[in-house]
């Protein structure tokens, strides 16, 4: 079956702009984690969401938001862009709460 | 919280065996995991090892779990060139949710 896809895989913005990540569970996945990844913090919890509510939630500004819809798609938000969210954002899906977490690919984000 | 702590770099030379360690805080952990994440893709699941486990055998992967000193290995036999990568130890969050807490990984370099 597919994996995990994320969209776009690359992608360039500037200072304060806003990005919107998208990422597409594996089918039959209905838990879509994010998680971002870089080189001075290493990979860190952003949020999860499950059947379109967001079930926890990592140390992220509010900047940071997502939502899930009904066909388990989840997109990400980033608003105000910083240098600092230059990232690579990995989106991880799973069937419910226990199990193996299958990885996209990740968006690789970078801010000027 | 969380907190687990991997070397950052290990180099081996091709046939010999790696073994890549790791500490970590969360004794509640149910699961203990090892990702592998190669260059320009998303984390795979090698293994995993449930807590009441010492060891965990899966053809070249040998994981080793020290519950008292909260240690964790991963020994990989035969080490090949496609083993290169970064390694990541993972345990479950406090919040019981199963979202998985990373360590820094480790970049393994096989030397041919």
């Known amino acids: 079956k597919a994996g995990v896809t994320q969209t776009p895989r690359y992608l360039i913005k500037t200072r304060g702009q806003q990005v919107t990540l998208s990422c597409s569970p594996i089918?039959?996945?209905?838990?879509v984690s994010w998680y971002q990844q870089t080189p001075g913090q290493g990979l860190q919890f952003l949020f999860e969401y499950f059947s379109e509510t967001q079930r926890n939630k990592g140390n992220f500004p509010g900047r940071f938001s997502g939502r899930q819809f009904s066909n388990s798609r989840s997109e990400m938000n980033v608003s105000t862009l910083e240098l600092g969210d230059s990232a690579l954002y990995l989106c991880a899906t799973r069937t419910a709460n226990t199990g193996e977490l299958f990885f996209g690919e990740g968006s690789r984000l970078t801010v000027l | 919280g969380e907190d687990v702590e991997q070397s950052l770099f290990l180099s081996v030379r091709e046939g010999d065996s790696s073994v890549i360690n790791c500490t970590y805080t969360d004794s509640s952990s149910t699961y203990l995991y090892w990702y592998k994440q190669e260059p320009g893709a998303g984390l795979q699941l090698l293994t995993y090892?449930?807590?009441?486990?010492d060891m965990k055998q899966d053809q070249r992967l040998t994981v080793l779990l020290n519950k008292k000193d909260k240690h964790l290995s991963l020994r990989i036999a035969d080490t090949q060139t496609g083993d290169s990568a970064i390694y990541f130890c993972a345990e479950t969050d406090q919040t019981g949710a199963n979202n998985l807490f990373f360590g820094t990984g480790t970049r393994l370099t096989v030397i041919p």
């Open positions: 089918s039959g996945h209905r838990s």
């Open positions: 090892i449930f807590s009441n486990m």
